[in-house]
């Protein structure tokens, strides 16, 4: 029997009764990531998740000239972390989640795999992440995770860490809008105030494929899928120097991919078409607010403090 749901930093918190810890100890949770250049989260992120019931660890780096490897090296010394390295820049990130995947199903025996991003932290309702896929998944083979943006205003200082200064998000998501053209069509509100696609958990059993931004997989036959109330705090603009090589890098990786559509990644690309064109101001006004809109988006109510991930990693610090 389970107690009444209870809430945690706004997420609902539900203990696990006999049933799902039985599946809980048996489970081996995998954490993939790939990765370049996030030497301010990397070694954050994978203590976050490690603590949270993530049982190993399978990351790509992806030619990081900024110190992640190195970082990425020590962790695979001193804890359950593999390291594989891919210096291929061209944006194929559904080939190498695939191949990571595939790897930790087939040599790790993964039972779930949690298929991650430098800047994502993933929040179970119960406290830890096997405790909640064994409280949500029954018998589905994808668990459906929503994402909460946090951000700053991007002309604020930046003398604080980055999780004490990124406690903000919209209180109610936008729809994105349709552009005709992704480079130059104006935009009603920062990106980072639209409703994002929401990620994938996932059994590995018949797994054939994770799609582009892991938002989806593909299997050799079929199976279900179901809600969960795992919340992942995405951190995508930690600093102003960040935002500048996050989208040169990625509009030149983008670029390179010439297999990929233009929709792939089309906020990358119209963020370095707006840093060469248009100038920084403008474009990392695209993705978040100012000091000035922020203030006039709380007062409205479009704007909110969230300090759940700041508190959690305080905690674990």
Same mark, same amino acid.
């Given at each position: 029997m389970r107690c009444a749901p209870v809430t945690r930093c706004g997420l609902r918190v539900m203990s696990v009764g006999l049933k799902d810890f039985e599946k809980t100890a048996t489970m081996k949770l995998i954490m993939i990531m790939c990765t370049r250049d996030n030497d301010d989260v990397v070694a954050q992120n994978l203590a976050f998740h490690l603590e949270r019931g993530v049982e190993e660890v399978i990351v790509l780096d992806n030619g990081s000239v900024d110190g992640t490897r190195d970082i990425l090296s020590e962790a %695979?010394? #001193? #804890?359950?972390?593999?390291?594989?390295?891919? %210096?291929? !820049?061209?944006?194929?990130?559904? !080939? =190498? =989640?695939?191949r990571l995947a595939h790897i930790a199903r087939d040599t790790h025996g993964a039972d779930w795999i949690l298929p991650n991003d430098a800047d994502e932290f993933w929040v179970p309702h119960d406290g830890n992440l096997r405790d909640a896929i064994a409280a949500d998944a029954g018998e589905a083979s994808i668990l459906d995770c929503k994402r909460r943006n946090l951000f700053a205003p991007w002309d604020s200082p930046e003398t604080l860490p980055w999780h004490e200064r990124l406690i903000y998000r919209v209180a109610w998501p936008e729809p994105i809008p349709t552009m005709a053209d992704v480079f130059t069509d104006p935009r009603p509100c920062p990106h980072f105030y639209c409703d994002l696609k929401g990620k994938v958990m996932l059994r590995p059993a018949g797994l054939s494929a994770i799609s582009m931004g892991s938002h989806n997989a593909s299997y050799d036959s079929d199976v279900t899928r179901q809600d969960s109330g795992i919340v992942i705090y995405h951190a995508p603009i930690r600093t102003r120097a960040q935002f500048e090589t996050k989208a040169r890098d990625g509009g030149a990786a983008l670029a390179r991919n010439t297999d990929l559509p233009i929709s792939a990644g089309w906020h990358l690309r119209r963020w370095d078409w707006q840093l060469r064109n248009l100038g920084f101001a403008a474009a990392i006004g695209d993705a978040i607010p100012s000091m000035t809109r922020l203030e006039q988006d709380e007062k409205a109510g479009i704007v909110l403090k969230d300090t759940c991930l700041r508190d959690l990693i305080a905690i674990s610090s």
């Open positions: %695979a010394r #001193g #804890g359950p972390v593999t390291v594989i390295d891919d %210096a291929s !820049r061209d944006f194929s990130q559904d !080939r =190498m =989640m695939t």
